[in-house]
């Protein structure tokens, strides 16, 4: 009888990742970048334990929204305060602050819970071309283009 592996936190090896998100889609560009901070890439995977990666996400402000997304689609959210919902578009808000979009669009795809939080602590964006985890000895990630 074959039992099934399960990875625990001090056995688990991390890596670093640039990925350069100039003229990347948001929504593919997070799923991949989910992936990668949750560990769904590695062979030790296991769904209760955060097995991922770092991620740095530079060029923030460079990603695209396709259609009419950058007009239509709203960024909201709420002050706790009555009548406190606020709204602003993406293309206002990728604008102004380009790496609260590409962490919202990750967040979308993470577990939500202490664990999702976990692994969103792990992912750095940066709105221009340069990081400062020179340090970490990054490597360089090409993300899979289609269309």
């Given amino acids: 009888m074959t039992k099934t592996y399960m990875a625990k936190p001090g056995e688990i090896e991390r890596h670093w990742y640039v990925v350069d998100a ?4 948001l929504g593919r560009l997070a799923t991949q970048v989910a992936n990668i901070l949750r560990g769904k890439n590695k062979p030790t995977f296991t ?17 695209r929204l396709t259609g009419k997304k ?20 993406y293309g206002k808000m990728l604008q102004q602050h ?26 750095k964006v ?16 090409t993300l899979e283009k289609r269309g």
Avoid: C
């Fill in 22 to 25: 100039q003229d990347q889609v």
């Fill in 47 to 63: 769904p209760h334990v955060d097995t991922g990666d770092f991620v740095i996400v530079v060029n923030a402000d460079k990603v």
């Fill in 70 to 89: 950058p007009l239509q689609k709203q960024f909201r959210w709420h002050t706790m305060y009555p009548g406190g919902l606020k709204s602003v578009s």
């Fill in 98 to 123: 380009p790496d609260k979009v590409i962490k919202r669009a990750v967040w979308g795809m993470l577990p939500h819970n202490a664990l999702g939080r976990n692994i969103l602590r792990k992912l």
């Fill in 126 to 141: 940066y709105a221009g071309a340069s990081h400062p985890h020179q340090a970490q000895k990054p490597e360089p990630l």
